[in-house]
């Protein structure tokens, strides 16, 4: 069964330091890689994702992401947090069968100190 | 555009009632699915309708239900709740069915006492 892991339960970092969060998934076929956001009290709302060509790919609010294949990882990456990134991380993929439902990770909680 | 919306918003019910949750997509988007927030099992699949028909289900009970109108909009139903059924339900939109970017509302809080 397809399953996504996020190793970082919760993470904290002082403003402008770096990010990096950890999403890797267990599926042999091809996939669609999507990292979406949780701010507190909001909706889950997309921040970037992969469906095939460059294997680097920018989301908003200068979030990047890099879908490496042969370690079946597509981590989250921001070079300067702020205080505004404080929220839940979720990866998710969906598997190329023509079904569209997204399995997601547990989820990385980012706590940004100012 | 608006985006996706669901009502109500927050639900409080008991063991063994009923409840209807409501879905309107985007403005365009034709497919709907539906999953279920809890803190420990994170976000799970629940189903997916497409032209008003159910075309994927994830690994969940029969008293989970669901359905979608001519109009794209979807419902779901649980029947004879259980407490452990105490979740944020998530409606999410896209375009098409197949490998298209789901986007999701703000979800129904559903406790059950």
């Known amino acids: 069964a397809q399953s996504v892991s996020q190793h970082n339960h919760h993470v904290i970092l002082s403003e402008a330091a770096s990010l990096e969060l950890g999403c890797n998934y267990s599926y042999g076929g091809t996939v669609n890689l999507f990292w979406y956001v949780q701010y507190p009290g909001q909706h889950l709302q997309l921040l970037l994702k992969y469906f095939s060509g460059d294997p680097l790919v920018k989301g908003i609010k200068g979030f990047e992401a890099e879908f490496i294949k042969s370690k079946f990882s597509f981590n989250l990456r921001k070079p300067s947090v702020q205080w505004s990134d404080t929220a839940e991380y979720f990866c998710?993929?969906?598997?190329?069968?023509?079904?569209?439902?997204?399995?997601f990770g547990t989820g990385t909680r980012l706590t940004v100190i100012p | 555009k608006a985006g996706v919306t669901q009502t109500p918003r927050y639900l409080i019910k008991t063991r063994g009632q009923q409840v209807t949750l409501s879905c309107s997509p985007i403005s365009g988007h034709r497919s709907v699915s539906w999953y279920q927030q809890t803190p420990g099992q994170g976000l799970q699949f629940l189903f997916e309708?497409?032209?008003?028909?159910?075309?994927n289900k994830g690994n969940f009970p029969g008293r989970f239900s669901g359905r979608q109108f001519s109009n794209s909009r979807s419902e779901m139903n649980v029947s004879t709740l259980e407490l452990g059924d105490s979740a944020l339900y998530l409606c999410?939109?896209?375009?098409?069915?197949?490998?298209?970017?789901?986007?999701f509302g703000p979800g129904t809080r559903l406790t059950v006492l």
């Open positions: 999410a939109s896209s375009l098409v069915a197949a490998e298209d970017t789901q986007y």
């Open positions: 998710a993929v969906t598997v190329r069968t023509g079904a569209n439902n997204l399995f």
């Open positions: 309708y497409f032209s008003e028909t159910q075309r």
